[in-house]
C-alpha cells in the first residue's frame, strides 16, 4: 500500500518552503462548518456574479460547501467556504431591498419563477444566521514569492485541494502551478483568492488532499525546448517526452488572462 501525501516529506524531498499562513485570506484558525446537506441559503450565481439565488447544501467536505443553485441543473455545482462573502442567510436579500433572481439558465419558463421561489422555499430548512462566518481580511499585500508551496484548489475540478507551487508574481497576482501535473491545471489568480490555502490547511479542517501528480518537472536548466510550438495532445502529455516540453508561465494579459494568446496580431 502507497504511503499517504505527507507534506513533511515532501517539503524535504524537494527542498522546498510554505508560503508564511500570513500571505493567504484564510482565517488563522478555520472556523467550524455548521451547515447541513439540504440547508438553503442565498448565494450569488457564480455564472452570474450581480445575482443571489437560493442554493442548497448538496454536501460538506471540510469547511467548504459543495452548493446548488435552485432551479438549476445538477451540473453546474460550486464549492464555497462557510466564510466567503458570497453566501448569507436566506432573508438577507430582502432586507437590502434586492430581489432573489431565477439562476443563470434556470430550467423552467422565466414567468414560473415567482411560484418555483414560492414552493422552494415553502417548509425548507433555512441555514441558521450563526452557521455563516465573516470572511478573513484581505492581506494588506501580495506577499508570495516564487517557489512557496501551498494547498489550491484545481478549477478544473473544483471539489480537489492539491500541492501547489507560487510559480511567478506579478504586481496583485500570483501564477498557481499544481506539482506533479505539467501545468495542465495552472491558473492565475489574485494574491487573496478564497481558493488557496497555506500548507496543512486540509488536514486542519478535514478536507481530503490530493497527491500531487507523477510528471516530474525538470529544472529551468536541463528543460528542452520543443522546436516547433505544437498544442500537445492528451496521448503526448502521457508519453515520457513531456518532461521535455515544458510550458512556462504565461504572463498576466488584461482581457486573455490564464489564456494564451492565438497570435500576437
Ligand atoms: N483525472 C482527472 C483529474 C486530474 C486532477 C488534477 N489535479 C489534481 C491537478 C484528469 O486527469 O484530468
Not at 522546498?16 to 450565481?45: I, W, Y
Not at 448569507?88 to 423552467?108: A, H, N, S, V, W
Not at 497555506?198 to 497527491?211: A, E, F, I
Not at 505544437?230 to 482581457?255: A, C, D, E
Request: glycine letters at 6%; hydrophobic letters at 30%.
Amino acid at each position: 500500500l502507497k504511503d499517504a501525501f505527507s507534506w513533511e516529506e515532501y517539503l524535504k524531498e524537494t527542498s522546498s518552503t510554505p508560503a508564511p499562513p500570513g500571505c493567504f485570506r484564510q482565517a488563522r484558525v478555520p472556523p467550524s462548518n455548521d451547515f447541513k446537506v439540504g440547508m438553503k441559503l442565498e448565494a450569488h450565481d457564480p455564472r452570474n456574479s450581480t445575482s443571489v439565488c437560493i442554493a442548497t447544501v448538496m454536501g460538506l467536505t471540510g469547511v467548504r460547501l459543495r452548493l446548488r443553485l435552485d432551479g438549476s441543473d445538477n451540473s453546474n455545482d460550486f464549492w464555497r467556504l462557510v466564510d466567503s462573502s458570497d453566501i448569507q442567510p436566506i432573508g438577507t436579500c430582502e432586507k437590502t431591498g434586492d430581489m432573489l433572481q431565477p439562476p443563470l439558465g434556470f430550467r423552467m419558463n422565466a414567468s414560473s419563477w415567482p411560484m418555483f421561489l414560492l414552493r422552494t422555499l415553502n417548509g425548507a430548512e433555512m441555514a441558521p444566521v450563526t452557521a455563516f462566518k465573516k470572511e478573513p481580511p484581505r492581506p494588506p499585500q501580495n506577499s508570495f514569492k516564487p517557489g512557496m508551496k501551498l494547498e489550491a484548489v484545481d478549477k478544473k475540478n473544483p471539489y480537489l485541494i492539491c500541492p501547489a507551487t507560487i510559480g511567478e508574481v506579478r504586481g496583485e497576482e500570483v501564477f498557481i502551478m499544481f506539482d506533479g501535473w505539467r501545468g495542465a491545471f495552472d491558473y492565475w489568480c489574485k494574491y487573496d483568492s478564497r481558493d488557496i490555502f497555506p500548507v496543512g490547511w486540509c488536514t486542519l479542517t478535514k478536507h481530503s488532499l490530493q497527491p500531487p501528480g507523477n510528471s516530474v518537472t525538470l529544472p529551468k536548466s536541463l528543460q528542452i525546448l520543443p522546436s516547433s510550438p505544437s498544442k500537445p495532445s492528451r496521448r503526448s502529455m502521457q508519453s515520457p517526452y513531456r518532461l521535455l516540453t515544458p510550458l512556462p508561465p504565461l504572463p498576466v494579459r488584461k482581457g486573455v488572462r490564464g489564456r494564451r494568446p492565438k497570435s500576437e496580431t
